[in-house]
């Protein structure tokens, strides 16, 4: 084998999904010496002589790489950037025949800021700001979801030239801002897929389903789906089966009611007959037997309602199969290059937050898309539209993209290989998700993260507390939100009521803190006893008055108080503040020191002084011998 391929071979392969000059961003000679280069050739060699697996050469090669990438940023900076991100790409794409890289993470911290500055990277931002490609809320919202974050901007964008995704009415919205994520879409007409508007209504009675629920808990019995059963041909259309007949293979409907496909301002029940019998006739294809469609499948009674809010997943991990139907996607011609896969990760189904839950839950996934012809097509999500791991022949927009949206298909009980907890992937895939009401949110939460006996009708800081027993761990940094927490004192006062205002964290942590059942959170911690001319260095960061009166008192009386660094992470560079847990000192005990939770502060303190100590939060504020 010609191990100069692992230097060469690469940069053509990969140039090309961003139509970039090879001369300018892919000039290996200008970032390595020729020396360099001969080491790393015969490091390689060494290896595979030595039998060593061609991955692992692979491995240490991109390590040596790396390594040396660092070393030359920090010496030839203004040289080195204009190639910069043409090697990390090469770098990151051989990763994907071999095992993970960690210091391919070390290299994007390295850079800091300067990330921002890079040829590539800035040109991308103003070319997101100039073209107007769909709705750039949820681009942005997309980038920060990948796992390279700003880096995988300019592949999305490389693949996204010439297509058309169909959202011309979100041209004002911003990077913030969707101004069409709140809008009311329960008063929205009905669709007519038949463009005719005059076709008859469907109905199907809702007090059929009201006598499938039961209210109270001890007369639940095992899930039994609420699916109707549909007419075996299109010329039977009278014949649905009620709900109480139990379907054996019915597909699930998951969609947008922005589309039209909700119960709109007809009475519930009632359906445009053009529309079930669209459902119909795609469940027929699918060979399934019934749908489920929350549109006709939700009972009217209130307790009742809420007993199904609180299940609804289950009807979807239940189905033969999911329908995602997307008016956008539907509109989205097919092509096997990777960017419907973009395209279903910019689109109004995907953005939404019960939707996530359905695709969470769902087994098989199909979506429909638009044929070159212009007929409907069915793909498959996992088969025909999302790209395998490491498959290091598809357009890196297509990997990445990929990897959110398997992410949200995933388990939340365990930590993966990289440390990443399950806390951090429920809240990376319902972060950006947008619902018509604040409390969804969090039934979406309590749902995904599998609470026992879960209700829908649960408060905000009962289902925070629910998740966090649930997973019992968390980041130190989480701790750093700087939001008004649940309580003032004692177990839980370390907590926001909104699992979403824990603070999320880009870089990943080794520590982490465990979570008690009555509250009370503990882990390693680097602590640092506050003195007064570090209390002159610091100052609140918190949403709201109160907290800021009350972390200003306590930096003030400074004799007691502690400060608490993530233990694993690294101090901010250049100009950049730090952020620190303000705690005050309850008691030194031998299972380590109890502390009470004030909130955090930013400023410069030397956290080389600190000393790496268990700390107890949220627990009991008894007096010592008390």
């Known amino acids: 084998m010609d191990v100069d391929f692992l230097l060469d071979g690469p940069f053509n392969d990969v140039s090309g999904c961003y139509n970039v000059d090879l001369d300018h961003s892919f000039d290996i000679e200008k970032a390595f010496s020729r020396q360099r280069k001969t080491d790393l050739v015969t490091l390689l060699r060494r290896g595979l002589v030595n039998k060593v697996h061609l991955m692992d050469a692979l491995g240490i090669a991109v390590e040596f790489c790396a390594e040396l990438y660092m070393s030359s940023w920090r010496n030839e900076k203004l040289v080195f950037e204009t190639v910069w991100f043409g090697v990390y790409e090469v770098l990151y794409w051989i990763t994907t025949a071999s095992k993970s890289c960690p210091q391919l993470d070390k290299i994007q911290q390295t850079l800091g800021e300067d990330l921002h500055s890079l040829p590539a990277i800035r040109d991308a931002v103003e070319a997101m700001s100039e073209r107007k490609i769909g709705c750039q809320n949820r681009l942005w919202n997309l980038v920060m979801a990948t796992e390279r974050s700003i880096v995988d901007l300019p592949s999305i964008l490389s693949i996204l030239q010439g297509i058309s995704l169909g959202q011309e009415r979100h041209q004002d919205c911003t990077a913030q801002v969707c101004l069409s994520a709140h809008n009311n879409t329960t008063v929205l007409r009905q669709l007519h897929i038949c463009g005719r508007e005059d076709c008859h209504e469907k109905q199907f009675s809702p007090y059929e389903l009201d006598s499938l629920y039961h209210t109270s808990q001890t007369d639940r019995s095992e899930f039994v789906p609420k699916a109707w059963g549909i007419p075996k041909t299109s010329h039977d259309q009278g014949a649905w089966r009620s709900p109480g007949l139990k379907c054996e293979r019915y597909m699930a409907i998951s969609h947008v009611w922005s589309d039209g496909t909700g119960m709109g301002l007809k009475t519930p029940g009632n359906v445009n007959s053009c529309l079930s019998n669209f459902f119909a006739k795609l469940a027929r294809e699918l060979d399934c037997d019934g749908i489920w469609w929350d549109t006709i499948c939700i009972p009217t009674e209130r307790d009742k309602r809420r007993i199904a809010l609180s299940t609804m997943h289950e009807n979807y991990a239940n189905a033969k199969c999911t329908l995602v139907h997307d008016r956008g996607l539907m509109n989205f011609t097919w092509k096997d290059d990777g960017s419907p896969c973009i395209a279903l990760a910019l689109s109004t189904w995907f953005t939404r937050g ?11 996934v199909k979506i429909l898309f638009r044929t070159a012809s212009g007929k409907l097509c069915i793909k498959d999500l996992d088969t025909d539209i999302i790209t395998k791991q490491k498959n290091r022949f598809a357009h890196p927009a297509h990997s990445a993209v990929s990897i959110v949206i398997r992410r949200i298909r995933g388990e939340f009980g365990v930590a993966d290989s990289d440390g990443e907890l399950p806390i951090d992937h429920l809240l990376a895939s319902l972060k950006s998700r947008n619902t ?3 409390q969804d949110r969090m039934i979406l939460a309590g749902l995904m993260a599998g609470v026992d006996n879960f209700d829908a009708s649960w408060s905000q800081p009962e289902i925070t507390k629910s ?33 979403f205002e824990l603070k999320a964290v880009a870089h990943r942590v080794t520590f982490r803190l465990e979570i008690k059942d009555d509250g009370a959170v503990t882990g390693i911690w680097r602590s640092i006893s506050l003195n007064r001319e570090d209390a002159e260095m610091l ?30 992470c690294r101090p901010a560079s250049g100009k950049e503040h730090d952020y620190y847990l303000l705690v005050v000192d309850l008691e030194e005990t031998k299972d380590g020191r109890r502390c009470k939770y004030i909130g955090t502060v930013m400023g410069r303190v030397d956290v080389r002084k600190g000393v790496r100590e268990l700390i107890q939060l949220g627990t009991e504020e008894t007096e010592p011998g008390g």
């Not at 019960?354 to 098989?364: D, F, P, Q, Y």
């Not at 972390?551 to 694993?568: E, N, V």
Request: hydrophobic share 40%; glycine share 6%.
């Open 467 to 499: 998740i966090l027993k649930k997973f019992g761990s968390i980041k130190a940094t989480a701790l750093l939100h700087g939001q008004v927490t649940m309580c003032n004192s004692g177990p839980w006062s370390w907590c926001p009521s909104s699992i």
């Open 354 to 364: 019960w939707t996530a839950l359905e695709l969470w839950a769902s087994k098989s």
């Open 539 to 568: 100052q609140p960061f918190s949403s709201h008055i109160s907290d800021v009166s009350r972390i200003i008192t306590a930096l003030r009386d400074s004799k007691k108080g502690r400060l608490l660094f993530p233990f694993g």
């Open 436 to 438: 018509s009401w604040t």
